[in-house]
Nanobody, 124 residues
Framework: QVQVVESGGGSVEDGGSLSLSCVAS??????????IVWYRQAPGKERLFVSRIRLDDSTTYTDAVKGRFTISQDGSKKTVHLQMNSLKPEDTAVYFCALHLRRAVRGPCPGNAWGQGTQVTVSS
């Protein structure tokens, strides 16, 4: 089964830094070509896109975090990190990691898989 686990959340002061990790498992990157995506959801708000990385190492960021957050992956392309610098109170949210299938070379490949979320709190 495809699984996604996030870690690294915590509490930090305005201007501080945190690094989140996302570990995906249960599939082969040669068979199932997923992009790995970070989302966040603040209390009472909808879940919003933060950043994503693809197998070719291309990256995308939402404007709200561009220049402050950096997404990267290791050689397995199944472990992703989100380095968050210059954190602001408005970054406070539960951060989720998700897999979205771009190509099924040799299935089975679930279309999507989500982690449980990790809390990030930035105090002013």
């Amino acid at each position: 089964q495809v699984q996604v686990v996030e870690s690294g959340g915590g509490s930090v002061e305005d201007g501080g830094s945190l690094s989140l990790s996302c570990v995906a498992s249960g599939y082969s990157v040669t068979n199932c070509e997923y992009e790995i995506v970070w989302y966040r959801q603040a209390p009472g708000k909808e879940r919003l896109f933060v950043s994503r990385i693809r197998l070719d190492d291309s990256t995308t960021y939402t404007d709200a975090v561009k220049g402050r957050f950096t997404i990267s992956q290791d050689g397995s392309k199944k472990t992703v990190h989100l380095q968050m610098n210059s954190l602001k109170p408005e970054d406070t949210a539960v951060y989720f990691c998700a897999l979205h299938l771009r190509r099924a070379v040799r299935g089975p490949c679930p279309g999507n898989a989500w982690g449980q979320g990790t809390q990030v709190t930035v105090s002013s």
